[in-house]
């Protein structure tokens, strides 16, 4: 008991520094540009007013990211967090989640490839939306050039890879890109650290699992539906007889 009190208390003091450094770092500027955008005294070109509009709702939708991660890590914590998994097409959840990271400014590059007639996938289809956000996020903040999402199936999975153009990470800190509020480069690039670990999580909740290879390509796999669905029907079977 002395140590899962230990543990919780340490998790607590790790989500209170998160939160106090990383959300006040949006909320400062949303402030500031807000602020601006109401002084009477200042006058703004068109072009200015949307810039700093921009910056404003891309620092407001990095603020929802971080708060949707520091619940989903709450969640997985506690055991808590609901798995509704039916069968999904990857591609669309791909392109439904491309899509949506590209609305925000700055964003890079992102190219497509692989398979066409990638078999469906049993998943919670939010759930691996943000696995994907998250990585398409690490790789934008912390990645250089085109993204490449890439899909590839196999007998028993479907394996999605997304990578980048940028130095790779180096090994020491590749043992360790995971865990819960490890950030191997300086807080002012904005990260919480919670990100790769929320994808680890969510990842192997789906029965999959997730890896890094050479220092700059982010896999992880997802069960076929077919798998799935006959796995689940021999548990049922046996829970049924005993």
């Known amino acids: 008991e002395s140590e899962l009190l230990r543990a919780t208390e340490k998790l607590q003091k790790a989500l209170l520094n998160s939160v106090s450094h990383d959300l006040r770092i949006p909320l400062v500027s949303i402030n500031g540009t807000l602020s601006s955008l109401l002084a009477e005294e200042l006058t703004l070109t068109p072009q200015a007013r949307r810039e700093m509009t921009e910056n404003a709702l891309s620092e407001a ?11 989903q890590m709450s969640k997985m914590e506690a055991g808590q967090l609901p798995i509704n998994a ?23 590059e992102i190219r497509l490839e692989g398979e066409d007639d990638i078999p469906l996938v049993t998943v919670d289809y939010v759930l691996i939306q943000q696995v994907l956000y998250n990585l398409l996020e690490n790789a934008a903040r912390h990645g250089a050039g085109e993204v490449t999402i890439a899909l590839e199936s196999d007998p028993g999975s479907v394996t999605v890879t997304v990578s980048d153009e940028g130095e790779p990470i180096a090994e020491e800190q590749a043992e ?8 191997p480069r300086d807080l002012s ?36 539906a077919a798998q799935a669905t006959d796995s689940s029907s021999r548990r049922d079977g046996k829970e049924g007889g005993q």
């Open 61 to 71: 939708e990095r603020l929802t990211q971080l708060v949707t991660n520091l619940l």
């Open 86 to 108: 039916v069968p999904c097409d990857l591609w669309d959840l791909v392109s439904t989640t491309v899509a949506g990271f590209l609305r925000r400014p700055g964003s890079p």
């Open 176 to 183: 360790r890109i995971f865990e819960r509020f490890y950030r």
């Open 189 to 224: 690039d904005g990260g919480s650290g919670l990100g790769l670990s929320i994808c680890k999580g969510l990842v192997e909740a789906h029965g999959g699992k997730i890896r890094l290879e050479g220092g700059k390509k982010f896999r992880f796999t997802l069960p076929l």
